[in-house]
Structures are given as C-alpha cells and as structure tokens.
C-alpha cells in the first residue's frame, strides 16, 4: 500500500514539474514573439518621415504617422484589436498597454542618449528615433507560474 501511495505522489509531482516546464517554454516563446512585435513596430514608425520638413532640408519623423503605424504594427504581429485587447481566438488574453512611445527629433543634437529611468531604459540615437515601451501579460496555461508580465522595450532610428 505504501509503494501504491509513494508512486501516485511521484506521478502527481512528475507531472506538476512537466506542467511547468511547458508552462516556462510557452512563456518564453511569447516573451520572444511580443519583442519581435515592439521591435519590428518601432522600426516601422521610425521609418515615417516628415515630407514637409524633408522639402526644407530636415530630416524629421512625422509624430502622427509613426504613432499610428506602431499601433498597427502591434495590432497585425499580436492579433490585437484597435483598442490593443487580443482578438478571439489568440494566444494573449490581456490587453498590451503602450507604456511608453517617444520620438526623438531634429530638436535634439546626435548622437543622443534617451533615458526612461521609470522603466530603466537607456538608448543612444545617432539620428532621429523612436522609442516604444509596451507592457504584455502572459497568460498562463496551468497555474503552476507565478503570474508573468514584461516592459518590453524597442527602439529605432530613421534610415535614409
């Protein structure tokens, strides 16, 4: 009887362990998939330029433009919606939150270092930029993990 109870116990740990291993790669794998999607959305809005201030010689980002093309980027790479809450269907279940998203202009002389020490972030531009900081929630898929969330951050420089 105690083998019986013994080897029940080893199988309910085995697979409370395998539970959590799975749980860590998934995560991982999403922690990884959502800052290809900050990357790849800072990149795109960094890419707007300003035509306006082009025609006088300025090199510029459009603030308007880029901000919505970020928002875009991470609606199509995380199946988000317009309000950034996931569709149905989709692997996240909370909504991504936009922490931060600055544009760093002509205003400013490069090279230049952006410091966010709320979100302890630090970047040096050598032209003008953007810099996305988006806040993502993993879901879990047992409740074997504390819960897990990132501040994910991006940034980009204009390329011309």
Known sequence: MAKL?????????????H???IDEE??????????????RAAHA????????????GIV??????????????LQGNLALDAELNPQPGTFLRDAVEVLAFDIVNEEVEFPYTYRNSLYN???TLDRPGVILIA??????????????????????ELVY
């Open 19 to 21: 539970a959590l291993q």
């Open 5 to 17: 109870v013994f080897s029940v116990l080893m199988i309910v740990i085995w697979w409370m362990l």
């Open 121 to 123: 972030y630090e970047v």
């Open 60 to 73: 510029s980002i459009d603030s308007g433009l880029a901000e919505g093309v970020a928002l875009h980027y």
């Open 26 to 39: 998934v995560a991982m794998g999403t922690v990884h998939e959502a800052k290809r999607a900050v990357d």
């Open 45 to 56: 809005a960094a890419q707007q330029l300003d035509r306006e201030k082009l025609e006088m």
């Open 135 to 156: 806040h993502v929630k993993y879901p879990r898929l047992f409740g074997v993990l504390d819960p897990v969330e990132w501040d994910l951050k991006g940034s980009a």
